[in-house]
T-cell receptor, first 117, second 114 residues
């Protein structure tokens, strides 16, 4: 069965510092990978996605993520964090195209990001 | 980008009544939508997969007679919580599947049952 692990429940960084949020997955085949962000009381916004090709993907709001097959990881990074980045971040994995489970995602437990001024 | 709306954003109802939540894809057609429930400080729990024109597929442990899902068109899915009880109080989020398997989420509906 597929699973997603976000080892860090809560991370605190200073504004302007760099950020890396970790995500490890367990999946039987090459998965589709996603990062979402959720502000309090809101739905989830898609930050970026990896399907194939270049293992370094760029997303919105200055975020990027790198797919490392050998480590089963898909870590999210940002070189300089802004106070508005404070939110909860979810990593998700899903099947590639086709099949009855297409589009059905498995989410990690989330990482809460706090940004200090 | 793909936009999904939910209505209402917040609803309070009395125990024993039913509540309907709408999920709409505003600028694309969604053959598949998903319904989630999220408890405070927790991740999303998938309740069911809603396919246009067919019966929803419920996850294990989700009462299909309590959480009625209808996906009558390519842009609208509804979740009806029947005979609501206080333990049904939660944050309900829908999403619509995009063309590459990604999901676009609605803003969520906060349900409080008194």
């Amino acid at each position: 069965a597929q699973s997603v692990t976000q080892p860090d429940i809560h991370i605190t960084v200073s504004e302007g510092a760099s950020l890396e949020l970790r995500c490890n997955y367990s999946y039987g085949a090459t998965p589709y990978l996603f990062w979402y962000v959720q502000s309090p009381g809101q739905g989830l916004q898609l930050l970026l996605k990896y399907f194939s090709g270049d293992t370094l993907v760029q997303g919105i709001k200055g975020f990027e993520a790198e797919f490392k097959r050998s480590q089963s990881s898909f870590n999210l990074r940002k070189p300089s964090v802004h106070w508005s980045d404070a939110a909860e971040y979810f990593c998700a994995v899903g099947p590639s195209a086709g099949g009855t489970s297409y589009g059905k995602l498995t989410f990690g437990q989330g990482t809460i990001l706090t940004v200090h001024p | 980008g793909a936009v999904v709306s939910q209505h209402p954003s917040w609803v309070i109802c009395k125990s024993g009544t039913s509540v309907k939540i709408e999920c709409r894809s505003l600028d694309f057609q969604a053959t598949t939508m998903f319904w989630y429930r999220q408890f405070p400080k927790q991740s999303l729990m998938l309740m069911a997969t809603s396919n246009e024109g067919s019966k929803a597929t419920y996850e294990q442990g989700v009462e299909k007679d309590k959480f009625l899902i209808n996906h009558a068109s390519l842009t609208l899915s509804t979740l009806t919580v029947t005979s609501a009880h206080p333990e049904d109080s939660s944050f309900y989020i829908c999403s619509a599947r995009g063309g590459q398997g990604e999901q676009y989420f609605g803003p969520g509906t906060r349900l409080t049952v008194t």
